[in-house]
T-cell receptor
Framework: SQQGEEDPQALSIQEGENATMNCSYK?????LQWYRQNSGRGLVHLIL?????REKHSGRLRVTLDTSKKSSSLLITASRAADTASYFC??????????FGQGTRLTINP | DTEVTQTPKHLVMGMTNKKSLKCEQH?????MYWYKQKAKKPPELMFV???????INESVPSRFSPECPNSSLLNLHLHALQPEDSALYLC??????????????FGPGTRLLVL
């Protein structure tokens, strides 16, 4: 079974609004990563947050991590049409095995 | 060079064909990965190579045969595939394993259709 579960499965918002996606996981982690995938393309790494960090920012992205609740959220502020993509959280099982959540399909409407 | 390249972009093959997928990176990464991704699903790990040695095989059928000829190249040899093997095959690479999960850099993928 997948380590990470995400919600919502799909999210549709207007350009300029903020988008929030959530990820829950089951076991202890060293870090949690977020990736973006445009339709039918490869994944692009967005941000990595370590287990001893609570919040991290990168441009319009803000990631939070709550290890007590085993959950993380990804906030995209001031969304743009180019943000339309699927977003996956990923956690590790061992040093080399990355397990991806089911993903959130984000659509930004002009 | 921060790119992972994959060839071909698209591949159509019959169930009796033999074909190979290729992946290349020049970032000095010593861990390389093959993933399989079905439509609207997350990538699923197939194989991991660490320092050119196979370190993880996720119980993948033998009709998929990986090969890592050197630290920059990763191949996936395909033989006698089934229609259900149609998917996007993604290659990724990362810095050598250090005990924690590293950021992985993905190629654009090969979209495979098995007829």
């Amino acid at each position: 079974s997948q380590q990470g579960e995400e919600d919502p499965q799909a999210l549709s918002i207007q350009e300029g609004e903020n988008a929030t996606m959530n990820c829950s996981y089951k076991t202890s982690i060293n870090n949690l990563q977020w990736y973006r995938q445009n339709s039918g393309r490869g994944l692009v790494h967005l941000i990595l947050i370590r287990s001893n960090e609570r919040e991290k920012h990168s441009g319009r992205l803000r990631v939070t991590l709550d290890t007590s609740k085993k959950s993380s959220s990804l906030l995209i502020t001031a969304s743009r049409a180019a943000d339309t993509a699927s977003y996956f959280c990923a956690t590790g099982k061992g040093a080399q095995k990355l397990v991806f959540g089911q993903g959130t399909r984000l659509t930004i409407n002009p | 060079d921060t790119e992972v390249t994959q060839t071909p972009k698209h591949l159509v093959m019959g169930m009796t064909n033999k074909k190979s997928l290729k992946c290349e990176q020049h970032m000095g990464h010593r861990a390389m990965y093959w993933y399989k991704q079905k439509a609207k699903k997350p990538p699923e790990l197939m194989f991991v190579y660490s320092y050119e040695k196979l370190s993880i095989n996720e119980s993948v059928p033998s009709r998929f045969s990986p090969e890592c000829p050197n630290s920059s190249l990763l191949n996936l040899h395909l033989h006698a595939l089934q229609p259900e093997d149609s998917a996007l095959y993604l290659c990724a690479s990362s810095h050598p394993p250090s005990g924690v999960q590293e950021t992985q850099y993905f190629g654009p993928g090969t979209r495979l259709l098995v007829l």
